[in-house]
Every structure is written in structure tokens, then in C-alpha cells.
């Protein structure tokens, strides 16, 4: 049963702005922190961005001051509003989840994650 579902990723131009979705069940929202990943092709998979359910935040130094992580608790949603896009973000973005109450680095490994949804493509491109 797929537990986070991913949406949102599309075609965009340099300097142009995205917001990814992940909905998730009541149970990981509520008692979860929630990363969003990206993996390009040849590289591995990257953390970015992370928000557990106490709202605390994390964010890679990548795309600190252009990526905003929310939550949104009528849709048990964890959103990723990317601005400012470069083709560097090219990437299919995924999100996972783990059990912890607070944000760190931890939140960003790969292999911290208990669930994992099926990622989005997004392409920066002109």
C-alpha cells in the first residue's frame, strides 16, 4: 500500500516557480517527519528538505532561501514550493518519511526513511 503520493513536478523555465505535493495518510502526518529527495540521472539521492509534525524545518544548503517546506493539515499534505528554479533542479523529486519528532540532518539521508512515494519529474529547462 502506497503510503506517500507525490504530485505537483512539470516542465519549467529558468527563474520560474513549482510547488510539489505529498499527501500522505492521517497517521505518518500526524506522526512523522517528512523529507522531500531528489535524484538526477547519474547522481545519487538527494535530501532537501524536511518537516515533522511538531513543524520543525531543515533545509540542504542547496536550496536554502529558494524552497519553502509546509504542511497542510486539512489535506495531510506536506508541500515544497520551489522558486527561483535552475536547470541544476532537474531531478524526480520524491519524499519519505520516519518516525522523529524534530528536523536535522538525519532527515536527509536516504536511509533514515521508513516509507517512500514514487516521486515526480521536474524539468527546468529553456
Known amino acids: 500500500q502506497v503510503q506517500l503520493v507525490e504530485s505537483g513536478g512539470g516542465v519549467v523555465q529558468p527563474g520560474e516557480s513549482l510547488r510539489l505535493s505529498c499527501a500522505t495518510t492521517?497517521?505518518?502526518?500526524?506522526?512523522?517527519?517528512i523529507t522531500w529527495f531528489r535524484q538526477a540521472p547519474g547522481k545519487e539521492r538527494e535530501g532537501i528538505s524536511c518537516i515533522s509534525h511538531k513543524n520543525s524545518t531543515y533545509y540542504a544548503d542547496s536550496v536554502t532561501g529558494r524552497f519553502t517546506i509546509s504542511r497542510d493539515t486539512a489535506k495531510y499534505t506536506v508541500n515544497l514550493q520551489m522558486n527561483s528554479l535552475e536547470p541544476e533542479d532537474s531531478a524526480v523529486y520524491y519524499c519519505?518519511?520516519?518516525?522523529?519528532?524534530?528536523?536535522?540532518?538525519?532527515?536527509?539521508?536516504?536511509?533514515?526513511?521508513?516509507?517512500w512515494g514514487e516521486g515526480t519529474l521536474v524539468t527546468v529547462s529553456s
Open positions: 519519505g518519511a520516519v518516525s522523529r519528532t524534530i528536523c536535522s540532518t538525519y532527515n536527509l539521508r536516504e536511509y533514515s526513511m521508513n516509507y
Open positions: 492521517a497517521d505518518i502526518f500526524n506522526n512523522y517527519a
